[in-house]
């Protein structure tokens, strides 16, 4: 059972830059893969970043070399550094843990609201 609560977001100018952060609570296990997640209105959530216990990332095209994911050793805190912004990053983002063993979970927190505008 994983309870994940976010943080960080807010009103930031094109450009700008703004850091997330997902405190974890629960057992995190070294199978699981970590993410983050937006949503902007009226459209389905898209995949934004993933990290593994091995520390391999993922990222969208869209946010490839402007976004970083990282998370600490204990995995209990996962963050999105968010450089060079652009109004389409506008969006709730969510913190997700994907569990894969002993059996497919997934686990979100409640979101945490980014605006890119000038």
């Known amino acids: 059972q994983v309870q994940l609560v976010e943080s960080g977001g807010g009103l930031v100018q094109p450009g700008g830059s703004l850091r997330l952060s997902c405190a974890a609570s629960g057992s995190i296990f070294n199978s699981d893969v970590m993410g983050w997640y937006r949503q902007a209105p009226g459209k389905q959530r898209e995949l934004v970043a993933t990290?593994?216990?091995?520390?391999?990332?993922n990222y969208a095209g869209s946010v490839k070399g402007r976004f970083t994911i990282s998370r600490t050793t204990t995995k209990d805190t996962m963050y999105l550094q968010m450089n060079s912004l652009k109004p389409e990053d506008t969006a709730v983002y969510y913190c997700n843990v994907e569990r894969i063993w002993p059996y497919r979970t997934a686990y979100w927190g409640q979101g945490t609201q980014v605006t890119v505008s000038s």
């Open positions: 990290i593994t216990s091995g520390i391999s990332t």
